[in-house]
């Protein structure tokens, strides 16, 4: 009886991390594409997604926050990215699919730093994928 009670716990602990978790397809509409330039106002780098925001200035003069969403911190790390790479203040681009309800939120696919490198790890999208599991395999064959 203890056991089956123990499992039961753990089963619903594992149900409802799941259900935490989005597919980014039910969010974010992955055939299109915004473009944003903002003052970061809050970087998060963390788990399940990294997260950005940042105010951006509309055509009519008003400022909305936008929340812009990106890859888990395991991944980004994977490419290169330390926690460090933008702060309060600073001024960036960013390229990503738009959510699906109109609502200020972009799942980023590339990232402009105000010194004008470009990063990348946006969920979704295959081609940073593939790149990271090459740099993957040619690591391990050294």
């Known amino acids: ?19 935490a978790h989005h597919n980014s397809v039910t969010i974010y509409d992955l055939s299109q594409s915004v473009i944003i330039t903002g003052t970061v106002t809050e970087v998060r780098f963390l788990n399940p997604h990294a997260r950005i925001r940042l105010d951006v200035t509309e055509s009519n003069g008003a ?14 790390r994977l490419q290169g990215w330390t926690g460090e790479e933008m702060k309060p203040g600073d001024r960036i681009t960013i390229k990503g699919a738009p959510s699906r309800d ?14 004008g490198r470009v ?4 969920n979704n999208f295959p081609k940073e994928r593939d790149e990271l599991l090459d740099r993957l395999e040619q690591q391990r064959k050294q």
């Open 1 to 19: 009886m203890k056991t089956r009670v123990v499992l039961i716990i753990g089963l619903l602990a594992l149900s409802a991390s799941a259900r």
């Open 119 to 122: 990063l990348g790890g946006g």
């Open 63 to 76: 400022t909305r926050s936008w929340l812009a969403e990106g890859a888990n911190v395991i991944a980004l």
């Open 102 to 115: 109109g609502t200020p939120r972009v799942e980023w696919s590339e990232i402009t730093l105000p010194d």
